[in-house]
């Protein structure tokens, strides 16, 4: 076949190779390949056409591993070998095939195009296997299985989204793949725009695809889909363990001003004994929305009304924008010029476009001195106690929704247009405002809530999922958003409660906050001329249905904060789709149940529309209770379930061991000093730690922190709380233990027999019927007649022994 542009551009034929300490790299008829092993469990691919690799240096913070491979020849294959992962490059055409030490073909390249260019377009394409799933791919809407979808990634400013629209804010180009009982992951690492189509069209292939740069991907393989997360998190990065109010209820609007009604907003929620730890500032609080100024008329004195709000228990966010305002007189805008520090045409001249001020510049994060320097800046913030930071904005956005390609971006000095830098820009923002709050306040963890990103922003920041709608429709989206977040190494994410745009209605803003209590990032948010989104402004019903699911997430902060600090030593989700624990269970995927998930592994969470009162459920294996009744059910089947808008359906999963307190008003608050231990009867052994430290300072890093292990046999009915590790003194001084199914009614300790006493739990409070017309059944629920006992919590080992 004759060749001509219209035909892609393959490797080629393998022309010579050399082994490296890391693995092989070499040459192809037509370009040049280096592949490495980074662990057993991943490798890193790289094809170029150019004569030198084009990596982007923001994504990946590990390294490749030396002699961690076995390299093998034979007339048709190179070999590379880990106890993982056998790769098979084929001379004749440089296609790859990924297979497990059994021989089983774990994903490999389609064998004629599999790595290809149509000009400057790179992609490579895989063969389709049998049923094969998809899933992750970050913040991407749609259904939890992206098969026969097509998605691309290119960071997006989408006003009011549908829920099937892409793309979004924020690009993270990695997924997994299901099939045959094998599962893995790929992460293609360029910054360009990018293509993912899975089998959208063609029953052949899913392939991904850029529009300039090179191959770059990382293929990952284990045992299951939490290794496969692992081992992706210990490529790009943990998050760090956020300071504990930042788990804390937080409440938003576009835009609460002036500081009078900021104060007033923040007594509120006092007097009302609504749990609250975070208030935010959005636009309305900077001078004609000029970053880095506070606006003198409605908030003269902002040292003051911040001082006032934290004697009340509350932390401060700020919106931070990044367009500077062109402005002669303005100080951000002459240091920036001055210092060379913003985006630029090629011919030097500054690029403006609009945005909330007006005509703006644009500070290039790509840029070192540009990080510094806006580090230096956030001290205008921390001297005025602001705790936090919320970078918007920051595709970045500007009227007219275009930033013209030929825009230079310094990209670490090797040079980069708009084409190859937008996607990295958000994450470079969130990354030196995190940097400029360690600068400026050294002694705490940094809080950063960004709207875009790219892979590796789970370093730097949270996320929340941009301007949604209020409806049901959206509010089960966002929990596939963040669902999907999680899959993709992004563990703190979250979804503006109520909706951002639109008008919430009492329904649905009850249902809205009841599933977001059980989200990793707790925030309601609305914008301006709507409906407000606090849990006061829709009647006292609504009122006492947010206070009571408010309430809740404060009980639940033992098991929400161990959690955290879990997903920053592993990457994995607080809040877990189902596909992560049951990959190979197709009804996991079905639409009538892909919105279901487990928070802080124990729990069960079944979403459900404001509208209904009743709806299905599907119980996985294994045996499950339900949180507010105790009712035992058993799993693997499909059940129709009462949905009251004051109770969500919630399950626990038996053998768990979920840890609370008593509620609090904010996460600095004392509580009774009790902690409750619930455990459900289960079979095997079951473990959960309780994790401590101070929530706010790096002192757990030295030792400051205290760690205990809880231990259910339930064959054996023996529960050991475990030593307590480190030195932070531990705010429980007693347990009180619930055992939720448990027929036993004494136990042994020190070698004394206790009888257990029967105790009504309650998990929420009762609610008064409101007149004239209540929303609703408010049919109070408890677990009655549950075992339980009181102890003091030693610091050593305690083992208890249960016996009818």
Known sequence: M?????????????????????????????????????????????????????????????????????????????????????????????????????????????????????????????????????????????????????????????????????????SIPFYMGLHHGLSYGIFFDNTH?????????????AYF???????????????????????YTALTGRPELPQKWALGYQQCRYSYYPDKEVIRLGQTFRDKGIPADV??????????????????????????????????????????????????????????????????????????????????????????????????????????????????MNEPATWGQTVPNLVQFDYEGAGGNHKKSRNVYGLQMARCTSEGQKKQNPGSRPFVLTRSGFAGVQRHAAVWTGDNVSSDEHMLAGIRLVNSLGLSGVPFAGYDIGGFVGHCSPDLFARWISIAAFCPLFRAHTMINSHASEPWSFGEEVEAIARNYIRLRYKLMPTIYTAFHQSSQTGLPVAKSLALVYPFDDKVYHGTFENQYLF???????????????????????????????????????????CPLNYLPVFVAAGSILLMQSANQHAADKHDGRLKIHIYKGTGTHAQSLYEDDGISYDYQANGYISRTIQMDHDHGTLVIGEATGEFQSSFSKAKIY?????????????????LEPNNVAFLDEISEYDPLPMGDHAFQICKAVPAITLHLDQKEQVIQLRH
């Open 2 to 170: 004759q060749k001509n542009d219209a035909y892609p551009t393959v490797p080629g034929k393998l022309k010579n190779f050399r082994l490296t300490p890391t693995g092989i790299s070499g040459q192809t008829a037509n370009g040049i390949f280096y592949i490495q092993i980074y662990a057993e469990n991943t490798f890193r691919i790289q094809v170029s056409l150019k004569k030198t690799f084009q990596a982007n240096p923001y994504s990946v913070v590990a390294r490749a591993t030396e002699n961690a491979f076995t390299f093998e020849e034979t007339d048709a294959f190179l070999i590379l070998k880990t106890t993982k992962i056998h790769l098979l490059i084929r001379k004749e055409n440089f296609s790859l095939t990924f297979k497990n030490p059994s021989g089983e073909v774990i994903s490999e390249d389609d064998p004629n195009y599999g790595i290809h260019w149509l000009g400057t377009e790179v992609s490579n394409y895989k063969k389709l296997q049998e049923w094969e799933k998809f899933i992750g791919l970050g913040e991407k809407t749609g259904g939890l299985n992206r098969f026969g979808q097509t998605y691309t990634h290119w960071n997006t400013d989408h006003f009011a989204y549908g829920t099937g629209d892409d793309p979004l804010y924020l």
């Open 193 to 205: 725009k990018t293509t993912f189509n899975f089998g959208a069209g063609n029953n052949r292939y």
């Open 209 to 231: 695809s850029a529009e300039d740069g090179d191959l770059d991907y990382y293929f990952f393989h284990d045992q299951n889909i939490s290794e496969i997360i692992t081992a």
């Open 279 to 392: 208030i935010y500032l959005d636009i309305h609080h900077m001078e004609k929305y000029k970053v880095f100024t506070f606006d003198a008329i409605n908030f003269p004195d902002p040292a003051s009304m911040i001082r006032e709000l934290k004697k009340m228990g509350f932390k401060i966010v700020v919106i931070l924008d990044p367009g500077i305002k062109v402005d002669e007189a303005y100080t951000p805008y002459q240091e920036g010029k001055s210092k060379k520090l913003f985006l630029t045409y090629p011919d030097g001249e500054i690029y403006q476009g609009q945005v909330w001020p007006g005509w703006c510049a644009f500070p290039d994060f790509t840029l070192a001195q540009t990080r510094d320097w806006w580090a230096e800046k956030l001290k205008f913030y921390t001297d005025l106690g602001v705790d936090g930071f919320w970078t918007d």
């Open 600 to 642: 802080c592994d124990a729990l069960l969470i079944a979403p459900v529309e404001s509208y209904k009162s009743i709806t299905k459920i599907y119980l996985p294996a294994g045996n499950w209770y339900h949180f507010f009744s105790g009712k035992k059910l058993k799993g693997e089947q499909e059940i129709y379930w009462d």
């Open 739 to 755: 055992f939720h199914g448990f027929s036993e009614q004494h136990l042994i300790i020190d070698g004394q027999e206790q009888k």
